[in-house]
């Protein structure tokens, strides 16, 4: 009930510090982790980290995720959650690390849960990223009255994998 109950394979939508920390701090818990970013020089940071398997695509590394971290700008997070919730399996569970909710909070999706970690640096970036970046970190869920409640539990232990607290808010 440790990695298979938290999940075996993740896909990040961005490879910045964030995402890349997700990632490393996955891989140092055993969680595989493919990522995609419209950048493809910051991927390529990412992945050359060790962070990341590079995916060509966003399908791609979508594909078998059992959790999608949608790291993206504030702008465009509830455009990239619902393309993302669309293009995942059924039992992808999707979260993200927006630092505002007021808009994600009107997509209602069972799979979705919004979150936002209390973690970062002054730069950003791969190369800033660290697998001990949530290490003792907050981490708050913000469910939404859709949310089911078995991929809020399965974020839950994610975020705890991570090394974080999850507070639900």
Not at 20 to 29: D, G, M, P
Not at 84 to 104: C, F, Q, W, Y
Not at 136 to 141: K, M, P
């Amino acid at each position: 009930a440790t990695a298979r109950a938290r999940a075996d394979r993740l896909a990040a939508t961005a490879s910045v510090l964030v995402a890349a920390s997700v990632a490393l701090a996955a891989r140092r818990a055993e969680i595989a982790s493919s990522g995609c970013d419209v950048a493809p020089g910051v991927l390529a940071e990412a992945s050359a980290l060790g962070a990341v398997t590079a995916a060509p695509s966003p399908e791609a590394a979508l594909a078998g995720a059992e959790l999608v971290v949608v790291a993206v700008p504030v702008g465009s997070a509830a455009d990239v959650v619902r393309e993302v919730l669309a293009a995942a399996g059924p039992e992808a569970v999707v979260t993200d690390v927006s630092s505002t909710k007021r808009i994600l909070a009107a997509i209602e999706d069972p799979r979705f849960v919004p979150g936002h970690p209390v973690a970062g640096g002054a730069t950003g970036g791969p190369r800033r990223a660290g697998a001990d970046l949530f290490d003792g970190a907050t981490w708050f869920l913000t469910p939404t009255a859709a949310t089911a409640a078995e991929s809020l539990a399965r974020v839950e232990r994610f975020v705890a994998a991570l090394g974080a607290h999850a507070v639900r808010s």
